[in-house]
């Protein structure tokens, strides 16, 4: 342990929790099995916090009482330093106030807790957002994890898929230019289960923003000898997105979210936004997710 990095270890399961960005950047299970990504050429991250966008902005640009902010992708949280507030054996919780740096961007009074806690079988993060402000606080939250695909080197991609908890049929959200397409379109899983390929993020993310799941496996197709599995769970979140670079990158990001971009031709108040948390003075949200790792 480092005033930079958290080793979280329960049994045979270790994470690495950085303060930069509050970020997960291990998650290792007995085997050496690594099921994070590790931030390569293709994408320099693990698995960042978004706050308090999730997603883009028209023209990357927050408006508010008249003022105009200049807010970038999935916003600050991931780019900003967190304060300890607790760090123990299989626990830490990151501390993120409004500052004078993020009062430049985003012009409300917040309090965000990253709460991490890993046990034998798994990993989980509970997220809150404080509103210590005077008036209703907007936002949005997300989550970004990034995900080794193959989990098993070696393996072929195409033979892995994600299976939901419930039927997904409804239609799925598309991204153009970073901004949410007027129009849904059909849903790509068939069932409960998306077979993944990389011609899937050919238009970006596929954004499920009615789904039905509260959570899903990721996992080779095939029986009992097809290596290692994660399952994602998720509490208070609203949506999820499934991202990947079609470039061939070696990664899956399985995203709760709760909220997603502007669409194409909102340019209102930031506090008319589709999607957005709207949290009454001295009140907080919490949402959470869970990532349970082993092999088959």
Known sequence: MNHDTDVLRSGLLTAAIKAHGAE???????NGTEFVWQAGPEWPR???LLFPIVGRLANDE???????YRMTQHGFARDSRFVWAERGESRCTLVLDDNETTRALYPFPFRLTAAYAIDE???????TIANTG?????????GHPAFNWPLR??????????TFARAESSPVRRLERGLLRPAAEPSPVKGNSLSLSDSLFVDD????????SDSVRYAAAGGASTGPWLKMSWRGFRELGVWSKPSGAPFLCIEPWRGYASPAGFQGEF???PGLMHIAAGAEEQLSFRIEVGLS
């Open 205 to 212: 993310a596929i954004i499920f923003d009615r789904i039905e």
């Open 153 to 162: 080197p070696g393996a072929a991609k195409e033979s892995y898929a994600l």
């Open 62 to 68: 927050l408006r508010h009482q008249g003022k105009t």
């Open 134 to 142: 005077k008036e209703t606080l907007p936002a949005s939250l997300g």
């Open 271 to 273: 506090s008319d936004k």
């Open 46 to 48: 693990h698995a960042p």
């Open 121 to 127: 079988s798994g990993l989980d993060l509970t997220l």
């Open 24 to 30: 997960l950047c291990s998650l290792r299970d007995g």
